[in-house]
């Protein structure tokens, strides 16, 4: 059985490009990872691996052997996965990134009901808008909204988040009510990320210049700008729900309203995730299945 020492670790290398990365990866130290390498290559005779200050890279050898393990591993992984599943028992910490109102009133509440299901597991959010590498960050799974930009991630789909234009009453009342995105540029506007918004205009997407009154790039700032009188903001519907419920902001543009974006899970690859983690992402998928539907 000594002859299967290494193998995770050398391929965690292989697949993140280093060994400090296939540690955290791993949750084991970057000493431990280099000594199960070396340690296999001692056994098996070969150089897998050519270190550099700055690179890690396959030999010819490596690559080779490594496309042979892969599949090993894999399978070895789903049986753990099996046997875990069966057992029901999961242990252990997650750590999740996100940011938003979304992440602050429908994520956490996700995530305390999971908690819910299995106390020993240990659930760190991290609300923090920097757009974090998880490898780097130990970031189990980051919650992403819009288009993704790292290639190199997994992603799964979360919800769809069709947008909506809000003012409050008070605002309205004192600047009149804008009948069409064209109106916005002498309307003061709450601004997230970008002073053009895209709206729906006789089927087709276009893109309405806005006159910037206040900016910020967290929703509940915005929402409480509008809530106030400041303006006008245009974001996810869910980021309005209980402001419409108490009259505090009321909906406008309706025709207009654009399709919105899409929140994903994003995570590195998968091979090496923890059951706990994978439990969590299907948790989340399966919780957020009906958003928006009833």
């Not at 290398?13 to 199960?36: D, N, P, W, Y």
């Not at 419409?244 to 009321?250: A, D, G, R, T």
Request: with cysteine; proline share 4%; aromatic share 10%.
């Amino acid at each position: 059985m000594d002859s299967f020492e290494g193998i995770i670790e050398f391929a965690a290398v292989a697949e993140t490009g280093g060994f400090s990365s296939a540690a955290k990866q791993l949750g084991c130290s970057t000493s431990h990872v280099s000594r199960q390498v070396s340690r296999l290559e001692e056994r098996l005779g070969s150089a897998l691996l050519v270190r550099s200050t700055r690179l890690v890279s396959l030999t010819d050898s490596g690559n080779a052997y490594y496309q042979q393990v892969k599949e090993l591993i894999v399978g070895l992984e789903q049986a753990n996965d099996t046997l875990s599943a069966t057992q029901q028992h999961l242990s252990g910490n997650i750590k999740v990134s996100a940011a938003g109102g979304f992440a602050e009133h429908y994520l956490a509440p996700a995530l305390m009901e999971f908690a819910a299901l299995y106390p020993d597991v240990t659930v760190e959010i991290d609300l923090n808008s920097r757009l974090v590498n998880l490898i780097e960050d130990g970031v189990d799974f980051a919650i992403r909204y819009g288009e993704l930009s790292d290639s190199s991630l997994i992603a799964r789909k979360l919800i769809s988040r069709p947008l909506m234009a809000v003012a409050s009453p008070s605002y309205l009342e004192k600047n009149g009510t804008p009948k069409h995105p064209v109106h916005l540029k002498h309307h003061d506007c709450l601004v997230a990320n970008k002073d053009s918004w895209e709206f729906i205009v006789d089927g087709k997407k276009e893109f309405a210049s806005v006159n910037r009154r206040w900016k910020s790039n967290n929703a509940n700032v915005i929402l409480e700008a509008c809530i106030r009188g400041l303006g006008i903001a245009y974001m996810p519907k869910s980021t309005f729900e209980q402001a419409l419920e108490n009259k505090q902001v009321q909906p406008i543009l309706e025709p207009f309203w654009g399709q919105g974006t899409n929140s994903w899970i994003v995570y590195p690859n998968k091979r090496f995730m923890p059951v706990r983690v994978r439990a969590a992402i299907d948790f989340l998928v399966d919780y957020f299945a009906k958003w928006g539907k009833s």
